[in-house]
């Protein structure tokens, strides 16, 4: 077997063993619309809080999946999940509307295969997100009638992984995540014709169009830290993900209202399982951390993917541009050893996050701006709550775009145990 079919494999493994099924709504950007949809560059939820960083710092009581080299961190089994929900004002700039959704968010676990030196997990998440509904209203040229374009699409694609973390030298970390992809994206765009007074003309149409992908992908990374005091440590960090052609099989018809979505009924098939991949550009992060020990840490972060150089299922390339993220986190300890009061055991997280996305329309760039907080608090000796808030805003409403401001609520928790890999003293 080849080793891609064997990570294939592996992947659908993980995902059978992880969960057997999962139904969530999720609620993505109106611009997820464009392209592939909305990238997930947050991480999990502990990454969340902190403005989304995780390449050059991480905990051991939380699974790593951001940098994989920051997996050598977890000496104890981890077990982690969570649920999101998120809330979205849509503004047009003459109308208002607002939606929402969640569902589980990801599942996680790590274990060391040898504590401190080798470290292995696995994990089910989402890489990118589509869910919109849209209304669009223009004139017909050199008529009196009006087009209705109802544009809705669901959907994204999942991820099952593997990870490794290997210690290679004192203080230095490399890592290696390795994805099946999976996941369908339906998209539809129904037409309707009216006169003056709003009576439909000729017959409503629809295009609908599925993509299924199935394939694999990676992400490597590096941790390096550098000793600053007695309990200061500097981390530095790097990622590197490859995803490239991304195979899967396409479906797309245009018929009446209704009757897309079936190839056996009347209409335009225009590709009926055909094969084929999109191209998605590789995505590079870097951080620096500076960490004072069970008591605090700073971060600054950055990613890039240079969405220029997309290509979708039909081999067209899109009026993108290139992804830009940084990120400054911030969290606190106030006494990790005050084991009579939870909440001052407690971690605590801010952050503010400015993203460029990749979509650019009518000559404009649509930037995410959004303040985070977060915390975990323990329940245990070992185990954590977690939780993580962000605000923000996505787009403009100037040059007749969209303007989003939203909020967004993930809930999630932590089970470690250090009693797996010892073994026992007397039976």
Same mark, same amino acid.
């Given at each position: 077997?080849?080793?891609?079919?064997?990570?294939?494999?592996?992947?659908?493994?993980?995902?059978?063993?992880?969960?057997?099924?999962?139904?969530?709504?999720?609620?993505?950007?109106?611009?997820?619309?464009?392209?592939?949809?909305?990238?997930?560059?947050?991480?999990?939820?502990?990454?969340?809080?902190?403005?989304?960083? =995780?390449?050059?710092?991480?905990?051991?009581?939380?699974?790593?999946?951001?940098?994989?080299?920051?997996?050598?961190?977890n000496?104890?089994?981890n077990?982690?999940?969570?649920?999101?929900? %998120?809330?979205?004002?849509?503004?047009?700039?003459?109308e208002?509307?607002?939606?929402?959704?969640?569902?589980? /968010?990801?599942?996680?676990?790590?274990?060391?295969?040898?504590?401190?030196?080798?470290?292995?997990?696995?994990?089910?998440?989402?890489?990118?997100?589509?869910?919109?509904?849209?209304?669009?209203?223009?004139?017909?040229?050199?008529?009196?009638?009006?087009?209705?374009?109802?544009?809705?699409?669901?959907?994204?694609?999942?991820?099952?992984?593997?990870?490794?973390?290997?210690?290679?030298?004192?203080?230095?970390?490399?890592?290696?995540?390795?994805s099946?992809?999976?996941?369908?994206?339906?998209?539809?765009?129904?037409?309707?014709?009216?006169?003056?007074?709003?009576?439909?003309?000729?017959?409503?149409?629809?295009?609908?169009?599925?993509?299924?992908?199935?394939?694999?992908?990676? %992400?490597?990374?590096?941790?390096?830290m550098?000793?600053?005091?007695? %309990? =200061?440590?500097?981390?530095?960090?790097?990622?590197?993900?490859?995803?490239?052609?991304?195979?899967?099989?396409?479906?797309?018809?245009? &018929?009446?209202?209704?009757?897309?979505?079936?190839? #056996?009924?009347?209409?335009?098939?225009i590709?009926?399982?055909?094969? =084929?991949?999109?191209?998605?550009?590789?995505?590079? =992060?870097?951080?620096?951390?500076?960490?004072?020990?069970?008591?605090?840490?700073?971060?600054? #972060?950055?990613?890039?993917?240079?969405?220029?150089?997309?290509?979708?299922?039909?081999?067209?390339q899109?009026?993108?541009?290139?992804?830009r993220?940084?990120?400054?986190?911030?969290?606190?300890?106030?006494?990790?050893?005050?084991?009579?009061?939870?909440?001052?055991?407690?971690?605590?997280?801010?952050?503010?996050?400015?993203?460029?996305?990749?979509?650019?329309?009518?000559?404009?760039?649509?930037?995410?701006?959004?303040?985070?907080?977060? &915390?975990?608090?323990?329940?245990?000796?070992? /185990?954590?709550?977690?939780?993580?808030?962000?605000?923000g805003?996505?787009?403009?409403?100037?040059?007749?775009?969209?303007?989003?401001?939203?909020?967004?609520?993930?809930?999630?928790?932590?089970?470690?145990?250090?009693?797996?890999?010892?073994?026992?003293?007397? #039976?």
């Amino acid at each position: 077997m080849s080793s891609k079919n064997w990570l294939k494999s592996v992947g659908a493994l993980c995902a059978l063993l992880l969960i057997t099924e999962v139904s969530a709504q999720t609620s993505s950007s109106t611009y997820s619309a464009l392209g592939i949809g909305e990238f997930n560059y947050s991480g999990l939820t502990q990454n969340q809080g902190m403005a989304g960083s =995780g390449i050059s710092y991480a905990t051991g009581w939380h699974a790593n999946n951001v940098n994989p080299a920051l997996t050598t961190r977890n000496t104890i089994f981890n077990f982690q999940a969570a649920l999101n929900y %998120k809330k979205i004002n849509v503004d047009n700039g003459t109308e208002t509307s607002k939606v929402d959704g969640g569902g589980l /968010s990801y599942i996680a676990l790590s274990f060391p295969v040898k504590s401190g030196k080798f470290t292995s997990g696995m994990g089910l998440g989402q890489i990118t997100s589509v869910n919109y509904r849209l209304r669009i209203e223009s004139e017909v040229t050199n008529s009196d009638l009006k087009a209705n374009n109802f544009l809705r699409g669901d959907g994204g694609i999942s991820e099952a992984y593997l990870n490794f973390g290997y210690l290679l030298a004192k203080n230095l970390s490399i890592g290696f995540h390795g994805s099946y992809l999976f996941g369908s994206t339906i998209r539809s765009n129904q037409l309707l014709i009216s006169d003056e007074e709003g009576v439909t003309i000729g017959s409503p149409s629809e295009y609908y169009e599925r993509l299924t992908v199935s394939d694999v992908g990676f %992400k490597t990374g590096i941790h390096y830290m550098v000793k600053a005091s007695d %309990k =200061g440590n500097i981390h530095f960090g790097a990622i590197y993900q490859k995803l490239g052609n991304v195979n899967g099989t396409g479906f797309a018809k245009l &018929a009446g209202i209704g009757q897309a979505s079936d190839p #056996e009924s009347d209409g335009d098939l225009i590709a009926n399982d055909v094969k =084929g991949s999109i191209y998605i550009p590789d995505r590079f =992060g870097f951080g620096l951390t500076y960490e004072k020990m069970n008591k605090f840490a700073l971060g600054l #972060e950055g990613q890039f993917q240079d969405f220029t150089q997309y290509e979708n299922f039909f081999g067209e390339q899109l009026d993108l541009q290139a992804s830009r993220k940084v990120g400054l986190g911030f969290q606190i300890v106030p006494d990790y050893l005050n084991f009579d009061n939870l909440l001052l055991r407690g971690t605590y997280r801010f952050g503010i996050e400015w993203m460029q996305t990749p979509y650019y329309l009518n000559q404009t760039n649509i930037d995410d701006i959004g303040f985070t907080l977060g &915390a975990s608090i323990p329940v245990n000796q070992l /185990s954590l709550i977690n939780m993580a808030f962000k605000a923000g805003r996505r787009g403009t409403l100037d040059n007749g775009l969209i303007k989003e401001n939203y909020v967004n609520f993930t809930l999630g928790f932590s089970l470690n145990d250090n009693s797996w890999f010892y073994k026992r003293v007397f #039976e």
